[in-house]
């Protein structure tokens, strides 16, 4: 399985933007990208996923870069819901087989 | 839809006893998925079912690990003569059939071997 590597933890202040990267420089031509989170106490949630062009829904927006070797989950207004884990996950195909999940990385939101 | 479910939510057992969870997916979700989790690590992937059919386990399920999902609906994980190093979250999510949907997570059993 390819290999992403992001930070240990991250602090962002309350309502401010929140650029979360991460590092898959063996990413395949297939790979899609996953971004998880889980808060505590809770079984990871789905945030978002992409292949190549950059997108948005409700929760987040996902930057691929262009060559593909890595990608910036954003939160746009960091809540104090939003600290959890958050899991940058390269899959196959666009989701539905086993997922692995390294360490993640633990944003801390400060009021 | 009330979305996966899994029972019991916190299991204390001694050592050398067995123990088995229950997950319920989401209605029609044909894929159903067990990870295990412990202190400071992410889920780490133990097998897989689309319908009744086992289609993958990872070698971290040991012999002393079974899964089922007998109808294509829930699905139990049972551990023969637990270890302390059983202890952890276990974790179940399902997802449909097809391309382009994510897995929906359960809230976890938590297992404490003693």
């Known amino acids: 399985d390819a290999k992403t590597t992001q930070p240990n933890s991250m602090e962002s202040n309350e309502e401010e933007p929140v650029h979360l990267p991460c590092n898959h420089s063996?990413?395949?031509?297939?790979?899609?990208i996953h971004w998880y989170r889980q808060l505590p106490s809770q079984g990871p949630e789905y945030v978002i996923h992409g292949l190549t062009s950059n997108v948005n829904n409700r929760m987040a927006s996902l930057a691929i870069a262009e060559d593909r070797k890595s990608s910036t989950l954003i939160l746009h207004r960091a809540t104090l819901r939003d600290a959890a884990v958050y899991y940058c996950i390269l899959s196959p195909n666009a989701g539905n087989t086993p997922l692995v999940f390294g360490k993640g990385t633990r944003l801390s939101v400060i009021a | 839809d009330t979305g996966v479910s899994q029972n019991p939510r916190h299991k204390i057992t001694k050592r050398g006893q067995n123990v088995t969870f229950r997950c319920d997916p989401i209605s029609e979700h044909n894929r159903l998925y067990w990870y295990r989790q412990t202190l400071g690590q992410g889920p780490e992937f133990l097998t897989y079912f689309q319908n009744e059919a086992q289609l993958e386990k990872s070698r971290l399920l040991s012999d002393r690990f079974s899964a089922e999902r007998p109808k294509g609906s829930f699905s139990t994980l049972e551990i023969q003569r637990t270890e302390q190093g059983d202890s952890a979250m276990y974790l179940c999510?399902?997802?449909?059939?097809?391309?382009?949907?994510?897995?929906?997570f359960g809230p976890g059993t938590r297992l404490t071997v003693t």
């Open positions: 999510a399902s997802s449909p059939l097809g391309n382009g949907y994510e897995q929906y």
């Open positions: 063996t990413i395949s031509g297939t790979d899609y």
